[in-house]
Nanobody, 126 residues
Framework: VQLVESGGGLVQAGGSLRLSCAAS????????IGWFRQAPGKEREIVAS????????EYVDSVKGRFTTSRDNAKNEAYLQMNSLRPEDTGVYYC????????????????????WGHGTRVTVTS
C-alpha cells in the first residue's frame, strides 16, 4: 500500500510543472486524493483535493485559478497541474488518500487523510 509522487523540479516564476501520484496496493478509485505542500520552515498545508471519480475538486484560495488536480482511475494515478508558479509555491509536495472522508468526497481537512507519499520537491526561482 503506497503512494509515490513524481514530477517535481526547479522552475522559474511563471512556469509550470505537473506532479503525478501513483497509487498501489489498495482500491484507488474509492478514495478522494489530496495534495499538500510543506514550505521550508512552515507547517504542511493542503492545496487541492479531488473526489473518487474526479468530478469534484476543491482548492485553497492561494492556488485557485493556477493549480488543477485530476485523476485517472484506470491508471491509479492523480495529478496536480501547477501553472503561473510563484516563489511562494516552493516546497515539498505530497499526495494523500482521504481515507476518513465520507463517500470518497474531496476534503481540505488534513485529519481526514490517512496514507501519505514521501513527497516531491518543487523549487520556484524568481
Amino acid at each position: 500500500v503506497q503512494l509515490v509522487e513524481s514530477g517535481g523540479g526547479l522552475v522559474q516564476a511563471g512556469g509550470s510543472l505537473r506532479l503525478s501520484c501513483a497509487a498501489s496496493g489498495f482500491s484507488f478509485d474509492e478514495y478522494g486524493i489530496g495534495w499538500f505542500r510543506q514550505a521550508p520552515g512552515k507547517e504542511r498545508e493542503i492545496v487541492a483535493s479531488i473526489n473518487w471519480s474526479g468530478t469534484w475538486t476543491e482548492y485553497v484560495d492561494s492556488v485557485k485559478g493556477r493549480f488543477t488536480t485530476s485523476r485517472d482511475n484506470a491508471k491509479n494515478e492523480a495529478y496536480l497541474q501547477m501553472n503561473s508558479l510563484r516563489p511562494e509555491d516552493t516546497g515539498v509536495y505530497y499526495c494523500a488518500t482521504a481515507g476518513n472522508s465520507d463517500h470518497g468526497d474531496p476534503t481540505l481537512f488534513e485529519h481526514e487523510y490517512d496514507l501519505w507519499g514521501h513527497g516531491t520537491r518543487v523549487t520556484v526561482t524568481s
